[in-house]
C-alpha cells in the first residue's frame, strides 16, 4: 500500500457556501449537529475525462435525502451543478471523485437542530479504482450486521449515519482478509456490500435484489439499463442466503466500486464471465462518451 495523504492536509481548495476555501481551511466548529447526531447526507461521483457522469441525477438524490432527514438545501439543483463543474475546473483533474455534502450547523446543540443553518460544501479530489487490483475479483465476507427496516430509518436517503454498520462490517471483514462484507436486510434477505449493490448471474440472465430498505442506487439504475440495452434479462427480486450456491457470477456496481466482479463470498466461489465482462466493458464505455449538448 502506498502512502496514504491525510484528507485534511492537501493542496487545493474546497466549494463551501458559495465560495472557494482553501483545502487545509474547510473546517466545522466541534459542536456542529452533522457530527453528533448524524444530521449530514452525501453524494459520491466520478468524473470521467472532464464529465461527471450523471451529475444532475446526483444532486437531485441529495436534495431528496436532506428532506427525507427534514432540512432544505440552501442550493438549487442548477446551482450546486455550477458549483462542482467551477470545482472539478480549479482542481486540475479529469477523472476525479466528487464528494457534495450538506450538514446543519452548530447554531444549536441537542437533538432538536431548527436553528441550526444548513451548509453545504463540495470536495474533489483523485482516487482510482476502490479496490486493488478488483478485476481479479473480491472475496466478500457476510456481516453480523443488517440493513434497518424502513420503519426504524430514512433509509432511503444517503444519510452518514446509516454508514455507521457499515464501517462495522469492513472492519471486521478487512480483518479476516476479506476485501468487503455482503449484508442481509432486517428479513434476512440478501442486501447490498457496505457501500455498493450486488448483482448475481445464472445461465446467462441477472438476478438483483429489490428490498424495501435499500437506498435507489444510481449506478444500479445504470447496470439495469445497459443489461436492458444488451437484451440481458434482469430479475429483480427477494434474494435469500440459501441461493448463493445456485449462481455462477456476482458482481458489485457503486459509484466507488464501479462495476467489480467477486469472486467469493464466504467459502462459495464465482467465476467471472460473459455477464461481468459485458458489464464492465459497457460502463467503462458509457462514463467516458462524450456528453451531448443541447
Known amino acids: 500500500m502506498g502512502e496514504i495523504i491525510p484528507y485534511d492536509d492537501r493542496d487545493g481548495v474546497i466549494w463551501w457556501n458559495g465560495e472557494f476555501v482553501p483545502w487545509r481551511e474547510a473546517n466545522v466548529h466541534i459542536l456542529t449537529h452533522g457530527l453528533h447526531y448524524g444530521s449530514c447526507v452525501f453524494e459520491g461521483e466520478r468524473a470521467y475525462d472532464g464529465n461527471i457522469f450523471k451529475s444532475r441525477t446526483h444532486t437531485e438524490r ?23 463543474i467551477e470545482t472539478l475546473s480549479k482542481s486540475g483533474l479529469g477523472s476525479a471523485y466528487i464528494r457534495p455534502v450538506a450538514w446543519r450547523g452548530s447554531e444549536q446543540m441537542g437533538v432538536t437542530a431548527k436553528a441550526s443553518r444548513i451548509h453545504v460544501a463540495i470536495a474533489i479530489w483523485h482516487w482510482g479504482d476502490y479496490f486493488a487490483n478488483k478485476m481479479e475479483g473480491i472475496r466478500l465476507a457476510i456481516s453480523e450486521w443488517r440493513r434497518p427496516a424502513p420503519e426504524t430509518a430514512p433509509v432511503k436517503s444517503k444519510a452518514a449515519g446509516l454508514y455507521m454498520i457499515c464501517t462495522l462490517s469492513k472492519h471486521a471483514a478487512e480483518a479476516r482478509g476479506f476485501n468487503d462484507a455482503l449484508m442481509y436486510d432486517y428479513k434476512g434477505r440478501v442486501a447490498e456490500c457496505t457501500g455498493a449493490h450486488i448483482f448475481f448471474g445464472r445461465d446467462g440472465e441477472l438476478h438483483t435484489p429489490t428490498g424495501d430498505c435499500l437506498l435507489d442506487g444510481i449506478t444500479r439504475r445504470t447496470i439495469l439499463d445497459i443489461a436492458a440495452a444488451k437484451g440481458v434479462v434482469t430479475h429483480e427480486r427477494d434474494i435469500m442466503p440459501d441461493e448463493l450456491d445456485q449462481f455462477d457470477e456476482c458482481f458489485i456496481v457503486g459509484t466507488a466500486a464501479e462495476v467489480t466482479p467477486v469472486r467469493e463470498i464466504e467459502g462459495r466461489s464465482y467465476t467471472p464471465g460473459r455477464l461481468c465482462e459485458l458489464m464492465v466493458s459497457e460502463y467503462d464505455a458509457l462514463t467516458r462518451a462524450p456528453v451531448s449538448v443541447g
Open 62 to 84: 441529495l436534495h431528496r435525502s436532506a428532506e427525507l432527514l427534514g432540512f432544505e438545501l440552501p442550493y438549487t439543483v442548477d446551482e450546486i451543478e455550477t458549483a462542482k
